[in-house]
């Protein structure tokens, strides 16, 4: 069976800023300047599937989710600008 | 309910032959002065010049033969966004479950007043076009939700609507909330279902799941009115006035250094200096526009007077007539403080709900605010924080902050090394966007 790809998505309403899943996945996850995390919108590598599995699991605000990574990208997807290094 | 076309006389409108549409007016205005009235349209004026609306059959192919008369004029969304209003509309009549249809009259952009004007004058286009757009998706109720400002004079409209036996469809009125994010499709819907105005999460999508979880379609007022001339003289008619890509007439707010400001309403693709001459221009001195809004583009008035006033004209530009606001900024007048001023008030509008804007467009402010007193600016930081904002709401609103910042860096790259070496061209104290007074300034 093949497994579909997924995406990370951030809820920008529900999310408060913990920042737990940047410490989770730094590789996939990045914090702005006031400590919100920008996901990469790119597909999960099938290899960090479970840690980012694990990652969802972990947000305490249900703000971070895996979703069809062939769902459009929409703008508040909290990943449009990309990780930038500044 | 209206019987047909303006001089249908027979009792049943006919059902599948549909009738030549009357020859509707020629050129403009078509919706602030019917017949050349000045002011409030009452019923009897409206329909005087305008006549009885046709109804939309209620079977599936007379909706769907209405959406395609709509589609085939080219009717766009009035409100900022531009989305056809054939296509949103489709949407909603694709999905099942009874819809609502929502008419926008919140005009929540400090410095437009295009809705409230046309509502005030031609509340009854407006009423019409709701009523049509019930009637084209199958919906059983329909709320005009009204900025306090016209509200007593549309409800009136309604009323007299009422007293004629004229209200076919489950029509209210309900005061819009006040505030920049207001008006914003999904706060608007937000505020009818739970007083909240601000906007919610998508998907869903409204014509998915809007009001009270039925398919709802949001219609600026404008839109509205247009589809109600539509609905009387067809899409030829309404493809009569601007290019075949981008026809019809729109409102447009002037104001800033023009001689008279206030709500015109031009063809679309006028040329820009043209848009201006409506509000009496004053082109020599003029150093900038902002175009479409507090949350459009600013543009270099040289640049942009000879470009046609529609999207494919405008984006160019990386502008676009927005919600039809045309700011023009004169040669003595700042625009970075003018800026800096619009990004405080856009930041204390925002809806409070995501991190990125609740953070980001403060701070932005404040670099802005620097940039503009000539003292600490850090332009590095202020093009990071653009980027980080950019994209991460719920809604637009930190997006709308963003195009305007950016914008006024690209076009007063001049005045930004000016006031580097702590110059500004402005007398201080030289204002001219109005902003609302700010409560406590965050």
């Given amino acids: 069976?093949?497994?579909?790809?997924?995406?990370?998505?951030?809820?920008?309403?529900?999310?408060?800023?913990?920042?737990?899943?940047?410490?989770?996945?730094?590789?996939?996850?990045?914090?702005?300047?006031?400590?919100?995390?920008?996901?990469?919108?790119?597909p999960v590598a099938p290899a960090r599937l479970d840690e980012a599995r694990a990652a969802v699991r972990a947000c305490p605000k249900l703000a971070l989710s895996l979703v069809p990574a062939e769902l459009a990208v929409r703008r508040s997807d909290g990943g449009v600008s990309r990780p930038r290094p500044g | 309910m209206s019987s047909g076309w303006p001089d249908d006389t027979a009792e049943a409108p006919p059902r599948r032959t549909v009738p030549?549409?009357?020859?509707?007016?020629?050129?403009?205005?078509?919706?602030?002065?019917?017949?050349?009235?000045?002011?409030?349209?009452?019923?009897?004026?409206?329909?005087?010049?305008?006549?009885?609306?046709?109804?939309?059959?209620?079977?599936q192919g007379g909706r769907l033969a209405f959406v395609e008369e709509v589609d085939r004029a080219g009717l766009r969304g009035r409100g900022g966004a531009g989305?056809?209003?054939?296509?949103?509309?489709?949407?909603?009549?694709?999905?099942?479950?009874?819809?609502v249809v929502v008419a926008n009259g919140t005009e929540g952009e400090p410095a437009s007043a295009k809705d409230k004007v046309l509502l005030a004058?031609?509340?009854?286009?407006?009423?019409d076009g709701t009523e049509l757009a019930a009637e084209a998706v199958g919906a059983d109720e329909a709320v005009v939700v009204c900025h306090p400002a016209v509200l007593g004079l549309v409800q009136a409209a309604l009323d007299e609507r009422r007293r004629a036996r004229l209200d076919g469809v489950g029509l209210r009125v309900v005061e819009a909330a006040e505030g920049f994010v207001a008006g914003e499709a999904s706060a608007v819907v937000n505020w009818l279902r739970r007083g909240r105005p601000i906007p919610t999460r998508t998907p869903p999508r409204l014509s998915e799941r809007g009001l009270y979880g039925r398919p709802t379609l949001v219609q600026n007022v404008e839109t509205l009115a247009h589809l109600a001339?539509?609905?009387?003289?067809?899409?030829?008619?309404?493809?009569?006035?601007?290019?075949?890509e981008e026809p019809g007439s729109l409102l447009v707010t002037l104001l800033g250094g023009v001689e008279r400001p206030g709500v015109y309403e031009v063809a679309v693709g006028t040329t820009v200096s043209s848009v201006l001459e409506a509000g009496g221009g004053s082109a020599p001195t003029a150093q900038a526009l902002l175009l479409g809004g507090y949350f459009g583009t600013w543009v270099d008035y040289g640049?942009?007077?000879?470009?046609?006033?529609?999207?494919?004209?405008?984006?160019?530009l990386g502008a676009s007539p927005g919600a039809g606001l045309v700011a023009m900024l004169p040669a003595d007048a700042c625009g970075l403080a003018e800026t800096a001023r619009l990004a405080r008030y856009l930041a204390s509008q925002s809806a409070g709900q995501c991190g990125p804007c609740v953070f980001g467009l403060p701070a932005i402010a404040s670099q802005l605010e620097a940039l503009a007193a000539g003292e600490g600016f850090r332009r590095d930081l202020l093009v990071r924080w653009l980027a980080q904002v950019d994209g991460r709401g719920a809604c637009a609103h930190p997006d709308g902050a963003v195009r305007l910042v950016r914008s006024a860096l690209?076009?007063?790259?001049?005045?930004?090394?000016?006031?580097?070496?702590?110059?500004?061209i402005a007398p201080p104290g030289r204002r001219v966007l109005p902003v609302p007074a700010l409560g406590a300034v965050p």
């Fill in chain 2, 20 to 59: 030549a549409p009357p020859a509707g007016p020629v050129g403009l205005p078509r919706l602030l002065s019917p017949a050349g009235l000045p002011g409030h349209a009452g019923l009897a004026e409206h329909l005087a010049a305008h006549g009885h609306r046709p109804a939309v059959p209620a079977e």
């Fill in chain 2, 121 to 127: 004058k031609a509340p009854h286009l407006v009423l």
């Fill in chain 1, 1 to 42: 069976m093949t497994r579909r790809l997924l995406r990370l998505r951030v809820d920008p309403i529900l999310c408060d800023g913990r920042g737990l899943c940047a410490a989770l996945l730094p590789e996939l996850v990045g914090l702005d300047d006031w400590g919100f995390p920008i996901v990469s919108v790119e």
């Fill in chain 2, 410 to 424: 690209r076009v007063f790259r001049e005045e930004v090394e000016r006031h580097a070496r702590g110059r500004c």
């Fill in chain 2, 83 to 99: 989305f056809p209003t054939a296509l949103k509309m489709a949407a909603v009549l694709a999905e099942r479950g009874r819809p």
């Fill in chain 2, 303 to 316: 640049s942009a007077s000879e470009r046609p006033f529609s999207r494919a004209g405008l984006a160019p």
């Fill in chain 2, 229 to 244: 001339l539509v609905a009387r003289f067809g899409a030829d008619w309404y493809r009569s006035v601007g290019p075949p």
